[in-house]
Every structure is written in C-alpha cells, then in structure tokens.
C-alpha cells in the first residue's frame, strides 16, 4: 500500500490534511516533526512527504526545523503554509514577516505553472493564513503562483520534486485545493489510490487471527460506534475468545440497551455480556444533586463492576479498546494506551492487568470507523448514532436522579429525536433534558404541576465549539405537541439556545 508521511509541526489543520489524502485513497499517516528522521523516513518506503502549518516562525531559531538532508532523499514534498516557508528556508531561500502584516481568509490565487496547478485555472479563490511568507524564492525553485499580498503564494523544484503553497489547499475554501492534492499524490508521487475499507478489514482480521491465536481478550462495550465496530472487526477474528462486557448502568436512552445486546450480541453473534447494574447504579446516585459528584460517582462505580465482572470471567490476557486515530494524535505521543482507557471506561481497573492493549481500529479517522462498521453489517443507527456522554442520561436529569426523571426523559427524548429524524433536518447533537423546575399548566380544564423539558440541538464539527441548531419551527412545534399530550409528567417545554461556549452541549 502506497503511504504519505504528514510530518506535524503543530498546524491546526494536520488532521484535516491526512482525512482529504485518504479521502483520495491513498493512506497517510502523522508522525510529529520530533518523532521521526531521515533514516525513518526511509525505513517507511513512504511516496511522498507533507510538511504541515504551524504557528511559529522560521526567523525564530526555536522554532520546528528538520533535518536538509530531507530534501535530498529523492521522496516528493509538498510544504504547506509553515512547511512551504520552512522548505524555503531549508533550499536556502528566505522566509521575512509578511510586508503587508498578516494575511487571513480568501484571496486571489493567479497561477503560472507547475506540475501542480495542471487542473487549476489561473484565476481561484484559495485561503490563506500567515504572518510570515517567503522573501526570496531558494536556488533552483521557480514561483509557480501568486496572490496580490503574497508575490509567492507557491513555488517549486521540478527537478527535485519539491513543492511549497503558502495557502491551504485542505480546507474547503480553497476552490481547487483537492485537485492541487491529488496532483501531488498522483502525478508527482505516482500513487496508487489503494486504501480501501475492505483491504483494511481483511489484513486486520489476518492480523489478529494470527498474533492473537490461543489468547482471550476482553473488550469494554459502550455502545457506543468505535468499540462496537471494534467488537464486531475483533470477533471476526477470534470469535469465542473475544469477551465483551457492556455494563448498563440504567442511563441509556429509551430501548438502547436492549438494542445493543441484540445488535451486537444477538445478530451480529459476538460474546457480550450485558451486566444489568441499575439499582446499583441508582442506589449509589441516590440524593446527589451536583453534576461533578454525579460523574465521579459513576466513573468509579463503573470500574467496580467491570472488575468484579472481569474477576468472574477467568484469565484474560489481553484488552481491547476501540481507540481511533484522533485519539492517538490528541495524546500528542502516539500511544494512547492511558488516555484513552479513562475515555473508554473511566479509568482502568488496576487489579486486572493485561500482557498487551489490542486497539484494532487506531488508524482509522471516524468517518472510516463507520465505513467499516457498515461493511461488517453493524446496522445503520449503531453505525451513525450521534455522541452519547459515558455518564449517560445523569447528565441530563438536573437535580436528583430518580427512576421516575428518567423515565419521563426516556420517552421525550427518543420523541424529539423521532421528530428531528423524520423532518431529516441536519444536526449534529439532538437530545431533551429533564430541568428541576415544575411549573403549572392547564389540561382537560383541570391544573396539572409538572417538569419542564428543555430540548437542545447543536450544529458542530468537532463538539469543542457548536451553535444551537435552528431547528424548523414546525419540528418544534411537533415535537412539544407530542411530548406535553403523549408523556405523563411535563407540563412545560423549552428550546436551548446557547452556544457553546459559553453554554457547554450537556446541560451537566
Ligand atoms: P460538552 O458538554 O463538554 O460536550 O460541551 C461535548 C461533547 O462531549 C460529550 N460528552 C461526553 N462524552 N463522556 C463522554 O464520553 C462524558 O463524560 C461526556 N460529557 C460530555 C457531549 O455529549 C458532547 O458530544
């Protein structure tokens, strides 16, 4: 399989490049810029090397610089934003603080030539952001285009195949940035486009069938895409001897965790063990009204059970979790081993230890963990299911958690998300929450005293930052008819909005 090295110098946008190199099939991988040198680049056999963006300055001696000999390995590189003027720098060029300040946002890309811009046509919008840029073009580079702030918007070394944009071709507001892409992977780099999910599925299982031969490995199940489809990859593989315990803590939304035991247990014919832990649950959460105490409360009593489950299971020599790659590249140093397990399950139990951590899916973004999830016939809703927090729906009972909250918010909440679904509006997070305010209302002409319901849609990419969703007022409207006349106990219902920030998505 041909391969791409995306060597981080701490761009925000490093993720991104990597997801539009393998949206044209071809595989990339991030090493930070510290991780790896010549002879490693070497060992790879990668076809070709990305330098990102990052936020420092080549002027500044501090700042993230590689090794020259680089350039001279023979492996194509294309330089973006920092990585165009550190190429600069490193060819022997000069890199100066951008004479006009710094440029920010859509400008005007005029091209001249090169290998890159074949498909692209003089004039294009590109985006740039930068505060430095390159002065002085290095021996043997031609600039190959240009914007009106920035006399070299990109150059290149045709001879040595060495290309630098000063803009950025991986986000969407670059008009051509994909065919600028694919003009690097292919044409310059000859790649083949041969990353495919199914390849993936079938070296994986080949993969485990053998290192794995004779071992048993356990494998926290929340529910949730990536440990299920984690599951599903790593039964393939092992059958019986993959265990899997979904502790049900009682939080779940409406009919989920039947669904998963049946999904994933039953149809899909992997070893789970649902351990039914509500009243113990509900019994350790009884009269705790604060949200932070609510948490540690179930992080730790999650632990508890999944030890005792764990003890009563016989030796088990390894453990699998359903890490992906942004989970390996957030931790910064490329195993993510510890950070992930308090992710997964709040935190490892310390009694069971493991000769080795299986994390089968740590290369895969999550758009190609659900490719995969529908190719080994997860069913669809499993497969999309929108984010659900670990501490489930206790984040979203204010107040004091009570068999009777949440049974109320179990039968609004999967109404509002039917209503949201059928009106096939798009939004990232959908979900009711149950306030700790009762307020009065009028019904059959007699007064009711009830819950007021809080409903909170968000649009987001990344669940860091999200505006509140401007859901149709005709989904509203349904969605408060049906919840005040079908579910017993609510009298009032409200629509969030607040973004985040200030707001946080989960009301706790
Ligand atoms: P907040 O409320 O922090 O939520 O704005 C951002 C995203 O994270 C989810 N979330 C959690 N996920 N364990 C999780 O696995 C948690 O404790 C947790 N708290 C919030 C939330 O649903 C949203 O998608």
Redesign the pocket.
């Known amino acids: 399989m041909d391969k791409i090295l995306v060597l981080d110098f701490g761009g925000q946008y490093n993720q991104l490049i990597a997801r539009r190199v393998r949206a044209q099939k071809v595989y990339a991988e991030i090493v930070p810029y510290g991780k790896i040198d010549c002879a490693g680049i070497l060992s790879a056999g990668y076809r070709g090397i990305i330098f990102t963006g990052g936020p420092n300055s080549v002027a500044d001696p501090a700042s993230p610089r590689f090794d020259p000999a680089v350039l001279e390995l023979g492996i194509p590189i294309l330089g973006i934003c920092y990585g165009h003027q550190l190429l600069a720098y490193l060819a022997g060029g000069t890199v100066a603080p951008a004479e006009g300040g710094s440029e920010y946002g859509k400008a005007e890309l005029t091209v001249r030539g090169g290998a890159l811009f074949r498909s692209v046509p003089e004039k294009s919008i590109c985006w740039m952001s930068h505060t430095d840029y390159v002065k002085k073009t290095p021996p043997g580079f031609f600039v190959t285009a240009e914007t009106e702030s920035c006399p070299c918007a990109a150059m290149s070394d045709e001879k040595r195949k060495l290309y630098g944009v000063q803009f950025h071709p991986e986000v969407t507001h670059t008009e051509y940035g994909t065919q600028i892409l694919s003009r690097f992977l292919f044409d310059v780099c000859g790649c083949r486009a041969d990353w495919r999910m199914d390849d993936f599925i079938g070296t994986a299982v080949a993969r485990y069938r053998e290192e794995l031969r004779g071992k048993r490995v356990l494998l926290a199940l929340s529910g949730g895409v990536d440990s299920s489809v984690a599951a599903v990859l790593l039964h393939k593989a092992i059958g019986e001897n993959l265990v899997c315990v979904f502790v049900d803590h009682g939080l779940m939304r409406k009919n989920e965790g039947d669904a998963i035991e049946k999904e994933i247990g039953g149809k899909l014919g992997v070893n789970v063990i649902r351990v039914h832990a509500e009243e113990r649950f509900l019994s350790r959460l009884a009269g705790v009204t604060d949200p932070e105490e609510k948490?540690h409360i179930i992080g730790e009593e999650f632990i508890r059970v999944f030890e005792e489950e764990s003890r009563k299971l016989g030796k088990l020599d390894c453990l699998a979790q359903g890490t992906i790659y942004p989970d390996v590249i957030e931790s910064g140093k490329g195993d993510s081993a510890v950070i992930k397990s308090h992710?997964n399950v709040g935190g490892l139990p310390s009694v069971i230890s493991f000769e080795r951590i299986v994390e089968p899916l740590r290369e895969l973004f999550k758009d190609e963990v659900r490719e995969v999830g529908e190719k080994l016939g997860l069913p669809r809703e499993l497969v999309w299911r929108q984010?659900?927090?670990?501490?489930g729906l206790a984040?979203r009972v204010i107040g004091e958690i009570t068999k009777e909250k949440l049974g109320i918010l179990r039968e609004a909440d999967a109404i509002f998300r039917e209503e949201v679904d059928r009106a096939g509006v798009r939004t990232n997070?959908y979900f009711a929450v149950i306030t700790d305010t009762k307020s009065v209302g009028v019904m059959g002409d007699a007064r009711t005293y009830g819950y007021t319901l809080a409903l909170r849609a968000v649009t987001t990419d990344d669940?860091m930052t999200?505006e509140w969703s401007r859901l149709p007022y005709e989904v509203l409207a349904a969605a408060s008819g049906r919840i005040t006349n079908e579910v017993k106990g609510i009298t009032r219902v409200v629509y969030d909005i607040t973004s985040?920030p200030p707001a946080?998505?989960?009301w706790e």
């Open positions: 948490r992710h984010p659900f927090p670990g501490p984040v997070q669940f999200a985040k946080t998505v989960e």
